[in-house]
């Protein structure tokens, strides 16, 4: 089992920024990718950011490359988002995941074995 913790949300105005970090426990080990989701309201929930835990690769989704910067602590099992020029649509509600098979595609929150309870992006404009 892994527990996951997000923090770090909160309401911010358009261009501004944000930390998010995700604590993890149990079994972390064990965990191929550590990654970041989104959903708005009303929408499916997205792929946003993913680091390989054991390969340091990370990868972004194309909405977020170049603002976002996903990050992670081996030592401390915490992975950070920091998030800047921050736009209203990137309001949503961020989830941290851990999916543990090699073979998990990591933009596929289907694929993922562990879910933190989110936190809540508020961008106003």
């Known amino acids: 089992q892994v527990q996951l913790v997000e923090s770090g949300g909160g309401l911010v105005q358009a261009g501004g920024s944000l930390r998010l970090s995700c604590a993890a426990s149990?079994?972390?080990?064990?965990?191929?990718?550590m990654s970041w989701f989104r959903q708005a309201p009303g929408k499916e929930r997205e792929f946003v950011a993913a680091i390989s835990w054991s390969g340091g690769h990370i990868y972004y989704a194309i909405s977020v490359k170049g603002r976002f910067t996903a990050s992670g602590d081996n030592a401390r099992n915490t992975v950070y988002l920091q998030m800047n020029s921050l736009k209203p649509e990137d309001t949503a509600v961020y989830y941290c995941?851990?999916?543990?098979?090699?073979?998990?595609?990591?933009?596929?929150?289907?694929?993922?074995?562990?879910w933190g309870q989110g936190t809540q992006v508020t961008v106003s404009s």
């Open positions: 149990g079994r972390t080990a064990s965990s191929y990718y």
């Open positions: 995941a851990a999916a543990q098979r090699r073979d998990s595609d990591y933009a596929v929150a289907n694929d993922y074995d562990y």
